[in-house]
């Protein structure tokens, strides 16, 4: 089966932890994303890679740090620095053709206490 | 900046209903709009995707419409059911990324 796979489900750490939530794909696609959603919003990008080996911030991307050593794999790392690190996170990808269509995981519910 | 606005933020509507969900944006330069489902807890599930030069696409029940001169996009759902129950999201494409709106949550009720 193709797709997006996120690990964990829900993650809890305390304050002043770094934690690392997994995003991998198995669609052959180019670029991946990583989006914030708080309650009652829409998604923010955090980061997003085009190819391996390279990524751009986005809209929010204080206290938060990404790598791509491999195509199918976008790990984000939430610093301590993040100052509300609490939300669900989205990870997603594309293939870099006329469309760009983006097609996103399950989601990854991070509580920080 | 782009932003993009979805009204209204919450709708309830009968079963059978047929209802329009709208979004609007501030730069019409956009490469393309795509509408997505969200359900409680869950992630993203591509619905329809409008290229800049197309006006609409249909999928089953799902018409979706954009007019780029007027910054509008609507999501016509023919008779609703229980099962479309969720928060549908319009994003617009632009410099490789996606701007989304707040959403629409949907309630269709038995």
């Known amino acids: 089966d193709g797709g997006i796979t996120q690990s964990p489900k829900y993650l809890f750490r305390k304050e002043g932890q770094n934690v690392t939530l997994s995003c991998e794909q198995n669609l052959n696609h180019d670029a991946m994303y990583w989006y914030r959603q708080d309650p009652g919003q829409g998604l923010r990008l955090i980061y997003y890679?085009?190819?391996?080996?390279?990524?751009q911030k986005g809209d929010i991307a204080e206290g938060y740090s990404v790598s791509r050593e491999k195509k199918e794999s976008f790990p984000l790392t939430v610093t301590s620095a993040q100052k509300n690190p609490t939300a669900f996170y989205l990870c997603?990808?594309?293939?870099?053709?006329?469309?760009?269509?983006?097609?996103f995981g399950p989601g990854t519910r991070l509580t920080v206490t | 900046k782009q932003e993009v606005t979805q009204i209204p933020a919450a709708l309830s509507v009968p079963e059978g209903e047929n209802l329009v969900l709208n979004c609007s944006f501030t730069?019409?330069?956009?490469?393309?709009l795509q509408w997505f489902r969200q359900d409680p807890g869950k992630g993203l599930t591509s619905l329809l995707l409008i290229q800049s030069s197309q006006r609409e696409q249909t999928s089953g029940r799902l018409n979706a419409s954009l007019d780029k001169s007027s910054g509008r996009s609507t999501l016509y759902i023919a008779a609703s059911q229980p099962g479309d129950s969720a928060t549908y999201l319009c994003a617009v494409s632009q410099g490789g990324k996606l701007i989304f709106g707040q959403g629409t949550e949907l309630s269709v009720k038995p």
């Open positions: 890679s085009q190819i391996v080996n390279d990524f």
């Open positions: 730069d019409s330069a956009i490469y393309n």
């Open positions: 997603a990808s594309s293939i870099q053709d006329s469309s760009y269509e983006q097609y």
